[in-house]
């Protein structure tokens, strides 16, 4: 079961994984956005990780609800809500539990990116973050492997993947889509950020001994 501890985890090891490759995410997306999905991303996760300390959540759901708040009024553009709603609408279908399984966050994780692509009007293949939720989510749902290992890490691969096979895709959505067939040839920022972000997850389950592969 996973508790309140291992949500903190889980955000503060995307927090660092923001930190760490700010530089990159601003570099993908000053070729087909604004150049400031890094340092947005760098302030908001700032703002999370130093509101889990001044207001330490009680439940799995408070803590992403926590984060999603932050995210939505510290990052401004379209990454300061939608992330933020992400977290906000999985924190609040994981509601007041204080231990929840993995597969009650995948399907968690499920309404939060249905609340995305609602939000977006996107679709997976537009270009969007969508690219490496949806498959990461599907692989987290999906039934546990044989070998007794956690979907954790296939979540993570799939994300990955998922930002990756943006690269040869024309955005459809986003200040991307205004560029056309221009911004084929380039891996989406949002992608990208989405993919660290359920890397991140996979990293507190191998910390929390969750991963036995």
């Known amino acids: 079961m996973l508790d309140t501890a291992f949500f903190v985890r889980w955000l503060t090891a995307t927090a660092a994984a923001v930190e760490r490759d700010a530089d990159l995410l601003t570099e993908l997306d000053s070729a087909i956005g604004d150049a400031d999905h890094g340092s947005n991303l760098q302030r ?6 130093a509101s889990l300390g001044e207001e330490p959540p009680a439940t799995p759901g408070a803590a992403l609800t926590l984060a999603g708040r932050r995210l939505i009024s510290t990052v401004g553009g379209a990454s300061g809500p939608l992330y933020g709603t992400l977290l906000r ?39 969007t973050m969508l690219d490496a ?8 749902g999906s039934a546990p492997p044989p070998d007794g ?13 998922g930002a990756l096979a943006t690269v040869p895709l024309q ?43």
């Open 171 to 213: 955005a459809h959505k986003g200040r991307a889509s205004y560029l056309g067939e221009r911004s084929i040839g380039h891996q989406d920022p949002g992608a990208t950020s989405s993919a660290l972000l359920i890397a991140a997850l996979a990293e507190a389950a191998e910390a929390d001994g969750e991963v036995s592969e």
């Open 133 to 140: 939720l949806e498959p990461a989510v599907e692989a987290l």
């Open 149 to 161: 290992s956690s979907s954790f890490p296939a979540a993570a691969r799939a994300a990955a993947e």
């Open 44 to 49: 908001g996760f700032r703002a999370v990780t």
């Open 89 to 127: 609408r999985t924190g609040k279908a994981l509601g007041d539990a204080a231990e929840v399984s993995p597969a009650q966050l995948a399907e968690a994780l499920r309404t939060g990116v249905a609340a995305v692509a609602q939000l977006g009007g996107a679709k997976a293949g537009d270009k």
